[in-house]
């Protein structure tokens, strides 16, 4: 199994943001050396009064420390961009850490950003369809001609190609099942997200499979899950630890709608302690082993993308959990 980093690129207003560049950099480092696969990061737009670093400049800034990872958005709001634009990004991405990057991608759901951009939420889906389909293309045909609902190409070609034949491997987020079907039917793998419930999950990942087959996929070698995860000396002390820090993150995801996006409308707004059961993976050492290989067993993910550190949450505390889920995974 591997692991792989989540990096907080999100931080509180009082944050000295040429501080946390520091950390991040000293978080990649201890990820590389502690055997992590992979380093992820978040997209979002107009976040304020939360600080959040814009994803391709962080991976590009990022791409030399990790260099050997596989890098990536987790995730994209495919939607808000031009896939002409993220095909480039990508290639030259690609080319920069030598065959190592992955796009992670969705629909998206915060009203506020889509209304900024000017596109309807109802054209979402349309558009993260067409535009898997156009960078599929560019990555792999001299020139393009595309007439879609959204996006039109008339004979033209990126010139780069990617190191990987066939382009980056495109990882598609959901916490539906559309979006699950979705994902196994254009995407090559269904990257599970941070906040979905284990008892969720199970019968989304059987959809899964069951959609492959349809479409006469094989089930993918990588199999991403993105958890919340801290470990701490103990769990009693390791739920007190990053307490603050996850619910001023889950705040600010519930202000901005996430929770109603899940399956049956879970509401963040619930005790701590239920709201983290069968969704994070908070604990100390023992407990976090044994709840990586509980989420493996039932649902055959193998690839685990650990977010660590959320906004408040000390540095140092963030590189333990680092160091110990690089002893778990060796």
Not at 61 to 82: S, T
Not at 169 to 187: Q, Y
Request: charged share 25%; aromatic share 10%; proline share 6%.
């Amino acid at each position: 199994m591997k692991v792989g980093l989540y990096l907080t690129t999100q931080f509180t207003p009082e944050t000295d943001i040429m501080k946390a560049r520091v950390e991040m950099v000293e978080q990649v480092r201890l990820a590389r050396k502690s055997g992590f696969s992979s380093l992820w990061v978040p997209h979002h737009y107009l976040t304020h009064p939360m600080q959040m670093l814009s994803p391709v400049p962080v991976m590009a800034y990022l791409a030399r420390e990790a260099e050997g990872m596989m890098i990536g958005p987790n995730i994209l709001v495919m939607p808000l961009l031009n896939p002409a634009h993220v095909a480039e990004e990508a290639v030259t991405l690609d080319l920069l850490t030598g065959g190592n990057y992955a796009v992670g991608m969705a629909v998206g759901y915060r009203e506020a950003e889509f209304n900024t951009f000017n596109v309807p939420l109802k054209e979402r889906v349309q558009r993260l369809t067409e535009s898997v389909e156009i960078m599929r293309r560019l990555w792999t045909e001299d020139r393009v001609t595309f007439e879609g609902k959204i996006f039109k190409i008339e004979n033209l070609g990126i010139g780069l190609k990617p190191v990987r034949p066939g382009g980056p491997p495109i990882w598609i987020g959901g916490v539906v099942d559309a979006a699950v079907k979705r994902a196994a039917r254009i995407g090559d793998a269904w990257l599970i997200t941070n906040f979905a419930h284990f008892d969720a999950l199970v019968p989304q990942m059987k959809l899964y499979r069951e959609t492959l087959k349809e479409v006469n996929k094989p089930f993918p070698t990588d199999v991403p899950i993105t958890r919340e995860c801290y470990v701490g000396p103990t769990g009693a002390k390791a739920l007190e630890e990053c307490k603050a820090a996850l619910e001023y993150k889950y705040g600010a995801y519930s202000s901005w709608g996430l929770d109603k996006q899940s399956e049956g409308a879970e509401s963040f707004n619930q005790p701590f302690e239920d709201f983290v059961k069968d969704r994070f993976i908070i604990g100390d050492k023992a407990f976090v082993k044994d709840e990586v290989q509980r989420y493996h067993e039932a649902l055959g993910v193998n690839h685990f993308i650990m977010r660590v550190m959320w906004p408040g949450l000390e540095h140092a505390k963030a590189l333990r959990s680092i160091s110990s889920l690089g002893e778990m995974f060796a």
